[in-house]
């Protein structure tokens, strides 16, 4: 089955770190760009980043509110898919959605369920 | 960033009702613009890429128009599993941004 599954969330303090991951079932995973989006509680969808594929060097691209704090990897040989949240704040909190990236275009065509994502004291 | 914005906020109608539901961009972003139907729990799922191509498996009854800077999504006869909030997506520039969400509830 085509699919994605996030993992890692949980309850951190202020200042605190967090790794999640997505693994990625059904499809190449090596040939798509990989995106993170979250959702805060009673808010929208709000992108996070993107991470692209080998052949273009593995680059990524990050919304303002995570530059600097968030790291996006990718691990093709195990087909997933990591976000390295540093300097967490509270308004970190939210779900946290992994997202595939359509091939031949930027929409996302895939999406896991989520993983919960709270930072309080 | 390109700032899209979704009207309205909140929609109220009835099973059968045809509903539209409105997104404007800041700036022309063509036809790169897709549509999500969201439910609490739930991976959001994509409708329409492209402005109007539905994805496949996805009901016909759902359909997307526009270019540049004004799409609408219209639901033609609404279902009971239709109730759930829709969010349009701008993919024109690698900083991707959403609207702000409509939520369609049943009146």
């Known amino acids: 089955e085509v699919q994605l599954v996030e993992s890692g969330g949980g309850l951190v303090q202020p200042g605190g770190s967090l790794r999640l991951s997505c693994a990625a079932f059904?499809?190449?995973?090596?040939?798509?760009?990989m995106d993170w989006v979250r959702q805060a509680p009673g808010k929208g969808l709000e992108w996070v980043g993107r991470?692209?594929?080998?052949?273009?060097?593995?680059?990524?691209e990050y919304a303002a509110s995570a530059k600097g704090r968030f790291t996006i990897a990718r691990d093709d040989s195990e087909s997933s898919l990591h976000l390295l949240m540093n300097s967490l704040k509270t308004e970190d909190t939210a779900v946290y959605y992994c997202?595939?990236?359509?091939?031949?275009?930027?929409?996302?065509?895939?999406w896991g369920q989520g993983t919960l994502v709270t930072v309080s004291s | 960033d390109i700032q899209m914005t979704q009207s309205p906020s909140t929609l109220s109608a009835s099973v059968g009702d045809r509903v539209t539901i409105t997104c404007r961009a800041s700036?022309?972003?063509?036809?790169?613009l897709a549509w999500y139907q969201h439910k609490p729990g739930k991976a959001p799922k994509l409708l329409i890429y492209?402005?109007?191509t539905l994805e496949s498996g996805v009901p016909s009854r759902f359909s997307g128009s526009g270019s540049g800077t004004e799409f609408t999504l219209t639901i033609g006869s609404l279902q009971p599993d239709d109730f759930a909030t829709y969010y349009c997506?701008?993919?024109?520039?690698?900083?991707?941004?959403f609207g702000q969400g409509t939520r369609l509830e049943i009146k």
């Open positions: 991470i692209r594929k080998k052949s273009n060097s593995y680059t990524t």
């Open positions: 997202a595939k990236v359509n091939l031949v275009s930027g929409y996302f065509d895939l």
């Open positions: 492209k402005a109007s």
């Open positions: 700036q022309s972003i063509s036809a790169w």
């Open positions: 997506q701008q993919y024109n520039s690698y900083s991707i941004t």
């Open positions: 059904g499809f190449t995973f090596s040939d798509h760009y």
